[in-house]
């Protein structure tokens, strides 16, 4: 037998034994994927009648505890206690099971699952998310900074604006996708971003004329001060997640839950001026516009429209803001050591 064959011989050998190792790993792989898919589906099936019959029982407890003994009264009240905490652990647990993807999600994307299996997956997801918006909104500062500064052509600003739409499309395909796997944030927030992708979108057909260039460079100022305020709103954002995951991960935490509390005091009031100038300075720009909108030389419908839509950015961005802060007020005075 010559040499080479001898070689080929036992090299294919080596290979057929690692093949054949492979197939059974694949086999494995293949039964445990079923098996995870039986306890996807059985979960959440248990989850959907526990909804219900807890349901049915809060119902009853309410008619048992009229005209109840005390001791049955506080025997019902912790039950009680106990339904109302369900729902939470439900939605926990949810965040690590296949869901059925929101209208939205379901018109662009289809029937696919969306949810993330593993709290790793999920940081990584909304770190990748942040990195994303900081990336983007540094070009959209670059641009438009050159926009104010050094170009006056209608196609540039074209180009910023079709950026915006983009940008912000693309926001809220990654916020459901981001909500279906278990994070808080808030609709106005999704909401805010399908207002600013119209809103980019009219400014887009908005025709070069006097009107326009009347408030296209008060437009472009803000456009440069809303991308610098969410720079640093991404930094304190992302900021937050790697002091949670830091919470999350470590058993012997060098990082205490006080760290992470006065770490994001800090940076929410450092970060609360800028935003409230910017909230501010979205009615300025819905003010503005209503103004022209009633010049009688005005026959642009994007004008009055622009201001409509700043001035409902303004009210929702200026109350939820707000009502963040007040909540986040609420709660660091009622349990000062917990998150
Ligand atoms: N866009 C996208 N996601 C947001 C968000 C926003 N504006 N504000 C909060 N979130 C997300 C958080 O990342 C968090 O997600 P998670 O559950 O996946 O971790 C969730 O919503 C809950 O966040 P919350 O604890 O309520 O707020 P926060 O501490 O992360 O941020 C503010 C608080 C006030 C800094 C933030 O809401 C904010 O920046 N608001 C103002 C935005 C604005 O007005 N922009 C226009 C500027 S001109």
Redesign the pocket.
């Known amino acids: 037998m010559p040499r080479d064959l001898g070689v080929v011989l036992e090299e294919w050998k080596c290979l057929e034994e690692e093949y054949q190792q492979l197939l059974e790993t694949h086999r494995l792989y293949l039964q445990k994927l079923e098996e995870i898919s039986k306890l996807q589906k059985n979960c959440s099936s248990t989850i959907l009648s526990q909804r219900s019959k807890l349901k049915d029982l809060s119902q009853l407890v309410k008619k048992c505890s009229k005209g109840s003994l005390e001791e049955d009264a506080k025997t019902l009240d912790g039950i009680n206690e106990k339904i109302k905490t369900r729902p939470n652990s439900f939605f926990e647990m949810e965040a690590f099971l296949p869901n059925k993807n929101g209208l939205y999600l379901s018109l662009v994307l289809g029937n696919v699952n969306v949810t993330l299996l593993s709290k790793q997956s999920k940081f990584s997801y ?1 770190d990748e998310y942040e990195k994303f918006k900081l990336c983007l909104t540094v070009i959209l500062l670059l641009f438009s900074f050159m926009c104010y500064f050094f170009t006056n052509y209608r196609f540039l600003d074209a180009i910023l604006n079709f950026l915006l739409v983009w940008y912000y499309c693309t926001l809220t395909l990654r ?1 459901s996708i ?1 909500i279906t796997n278990g ?4 609709g106005w ?1 999704v909401f ?1 971003h399908y207002i600013s992708a119209f809103l980019s979108g009219v400014m887009l057909t908005w025709p070069d004329g006097d009107l326009y260039k009347t408030f296209r460079n008060q437009f472009l100022a803000y456009s440069l ?2 991308n610098f ?2 720079c640093l ?1 991404c930094y ?2 992302s900021g ?2 790697y002091r ?1 995951r830091a919470l999350g991960e470590r058993h012997n935490m060098d990082l205490t839950v006080e760290g992470f509390q006065s770490w ?1 005091w800090k940076g ?1 009031t450092f ?2 001026p800028f ?1 409230f100038f ?2 501010f ?2 009615l300025f720009n819905s003010i503005s516009l209503f103004r022209m909108s009633r010049l009688p030389d005005c026959k642009e419908w994007q004008v009055w429209m622009c201001g409509l839509c700043f001035l409902i950015l303004f009210m929702g ?1 200026f109350f ?2 707000v009502a ?2 007040r ?2 007020v609420k709660s660091r005075i009622r349990k000062p050591k917990s998150l």
């Not at 994070?183 to 808030?186: D, E, Q, T, V």
């Open positions: 909304k916020e981001l994070s808080r944030i808030k927030w805010h001060y809303q305020v969410q709103q304190y954002q937050c997640l949670l994001m929410l970060l609360l935003l910017g909230h300075w979205q961005n939820t803001t963040v802060v909540h986040k």
